[in-house]
């Protein structure tokens, strides 16, 4: 076969001496390629273009002054013979370029090679992202197998699928799109739940061994990205192990949709109702001629392959060599291809260190035209970006059933293209699923068929009124009732596709039974953080919430201070202290107009006393009556309320709560009850109850006789449960007990079901459906018929008049009798001007001032009678 490739060569050197002339320019291009793989017919599809091409290039092109020369070599699917080919090529044959290797796990060590000889390494078919950013001088003239996972991942969204197995090839091929097709999976909310890395050689015995632990999981969306030999080996296994039938969803990467036409039968039956993405490519007059000449050539020197349409890859080889060409006539144009003989000394291998090779990569990346595969543009040494064509596998054909673009996402056709983007499943055409059904997978199925889901109940003897779980003695069934299993049936008749399921009881309370699995919990679950950290929880049905309740007490009437009770002692004080600056008013004010004599305290006090009732007259008159309306209006409502709050006590049984506060059971260290079994222990800690303070109990009857015990003969002070339990408790124990503290606020009782459950999303949305509708609120109502009574009306501490009732009136009568005071003041230092003028003399000592003051004070009435003063009452000046 090496002759054969030699002889190819040396009358394609021939050929393009003879028909160009003495004067052309020829620029030595080898080509790698897995011509003799059974794996894959890329190599042959690549090679059977590449000279098509050149033949098409130059009849076209007579007048080109360069030509290429193509040295043909084989890598026998080898790593290390593409790199020995590599090392020939730019060594022996000076080569200007090398189109190739054809994989990417050979590219990743040959491009290393062209970097250091300054020779372009073009692969139109090694397609793996990692590839780019390792050296200038390679370039992709096919498109990187990043550019489909956001089409990949829209079509996850448009059918609305949370999970997602990835099986791919453990290659530099395989692993070189993880990254890019797991985050773009994230990015539509769907979890990548398993991903499965096949070696190239795997054995059917592996093969088989990763598809059956596949079907143990419930996920049933599986994208696979393989090269077409190990990929056909794949689907063979998943059609014999019954994986290709109704519900399951299989999406191939453009690797393996390019190949199908290329299958065998076996291949194409075990691949029916797949989903497959490829570029693009737009029909033209020049493609249809092209492909029925090349389909008819090829098949002609490759026996016993099939080939319907042309091979992507075929394709973009065709266009590469033509931009190669064009690039090598553009060089040859500035100069010609002269070839320097130095030896880069450094590293393992001496490589010639070509002097075209730059200038022919900077022409490459410059040439833009449009080929058979379409638009032909470089960008950061990568084709373009172009749509990609969305198939579905039915017979031995790919019908078309959407196409996706970067900037409008799926639509039917690229004429039909909706702004914004839409992942909307309603653009894409019928599709035939596996199984032969057009009814998209719901992607997700129970592990083994038939099994039911399996929901867990709790078994208690208590505290069972929203959910009671009985088992037959003779039958051994589940028999399970409340208001829980109603909304829960209803949930699931919600659901848009039928679930089977039943109940499976455990008991509740035993701690050490055996550990089931179970596929759901109903019952009265309360979501906690600590809880969502082990199971995903759906959307809450009932209110949330925890609370307290304790015994209620009645107010004694017949105690000696209830008199004291209906004002707060803040009021009382304040009256009290009120009333005594007003008497002061009226005293101050009071003594200006009726006293006039020096009179003794006691006749002060009768003054005070007898004024309101003969005010007098003047404005000292009208200043005391203002003092006194003001106080006789606070004192008249004082009054009234004090009368009204009174009788009320005394006629009315008041309630009052045991205990009112937290910190109260903390500080006495008192007892507290709540559920057996419940998460509201750990949250009575965190409140800061010491564990040694909480009793738990299996059921309503011994909290109520823990209550009515107390703390002090070994019951509790309170209990503490959720709402729901808490109404429930209080209907039964009407009158008894009332809620008091703070309620404190949680999630609510949901579903709860195994980390990662698909089902949760889709019961969530039931559960918003039955919500709205009123579904859910009907059930309610119809156990809320049933709760006569929720406890007293009164549920706090019964209430006194307080100050903030008053503080406004007081407010209004203290500034008016200060005002009152300041203006009878400011009267009385105006007749008394001669006395403040002695006082103000600045020549009068400090001890003649004070036998000034006490002499004025010492007089009966200085205010309304100023008398005549004795010569032994003269103020002595200095």
Known sequence: MDFLLLLLSALLHLHTSLSSGTSTVNFQVGVILDLNSSNSPVGRIGLSCLLRAHSDFYSLHKDYKTRLVLHVRDSNDSVIDAAAAALDLLNNVKVDSIIGPQKSEQVNFVMDLGDRAHVPIISFSATSPSLIPRTPYFIQTAESDANQVQAIASIVKAFQWSQVVIIYEDTEFGNGIMPYLSNALQDVNARVSYRSSIPQTATNDFISKELYKMMTMQTRVFVVHMS??????????????????????????????????????????????????????????????????????????????????????GLWAYDTLWALAMAAERVGKSAPNVHENNVDSEGLFALRISETGPELLIALLKTKFTGLAGKFNLVNGQLEHTPYQIVNMVGTIEREVGIWTPSGGISKCLSNIISPYSTSKENFGTIIWPGDTTIAPRGWEIPVSGKKLRIGVPQKPGFNEFLKVNIDPRTNAVQVSGYFKEMFDSVMEALPYAMPYEYSAYPFFDLNGSKEQYDAGLGDITITATRSIYADFTLP?????????????????????????????????????????????????????????????????????????????????????????????????????????????????????SITDVKQLIKNGDYVGTQEGSFIVSFLINLGFNSSKIRTYKSTEDCDE????????????????????????????????????????????ALAFPKGSPVVADISRAIIQLTENGTILEIEQRLSSNLACLGPESNSTPTSVTLRSFLVLFSITGCVTLICLLVSLLIYLHKQRAFLERMSDFNVNVRSRFYVLWSYLKQRNPWAHPKTTNTRDQIPVS
């Open 228 to 313: 077409q030999s190990l990929g056909t080996r794949l689907f063979k296994k998943s059609k014999e192990l019954g994986m290709m039938s109704n519900g399951y969803a299989w999406i191939v990467t453009s690797g393996l949709t390019d190949l199908f036409y290329s299958n065998d039968f076996d291949s194409v039956v075990a691949m029916q109702g797949v989903l497959g993405v490829k570029p693009l490519i737009p029909k033209s007059r020049e493609l249809e001629k092209f492909a029925s000449k090349w389909i008819q050539e090829f098949l002609q020197k490759n026996q016993g392959m099939n080939m319907a349409e042309t091979s992507i890859f």
């Open 541 to 657: 049905y009932a209110e949330g919430g925890v609370t307290s309740i304790v015994p209620i007490m009645y107010e004694n009437v017949n105690d000696v201070w209830t008199f004291m009770q209906p004002l707060t002692k803040e009021l009382w004080l304040t009256t009290a202290t009120f009333y005594i600056f007003t008497a002061l008013a009226i005293w101050i004010l009071g003594t200006k107009i009726i006293t006039t004599t020096r009179d003794e305290p006691g006749q002060h006090v009768g003054m005070i006393c007898y004024f309101p009732f003969f005010p007098g007259q003047g404005i000292d008159g009208s200043l005391l009556c203002l003092v006194l309306v003001s106080w006789a209006f606070v004192a008249s409502l004082l009054n009234s309320t004090y009368t009204a709050s009174l009788s009320s006590r005394l006629t009315v049984q008041r309630l009052q709560p």
């Open 706 to 749: 823990a209550l009515t015990l107390g703390s002090k003969k070994g019951g509790i002070s309170a209990y503490y449960d959720v709402l729901p339990h808490i109404k429930l408790f209080l209907s039964q124990y009407c009158g008894k007990y009332m809620i008091v503290g703070p309620t404190y606020r949680t999630a609510g009782f």
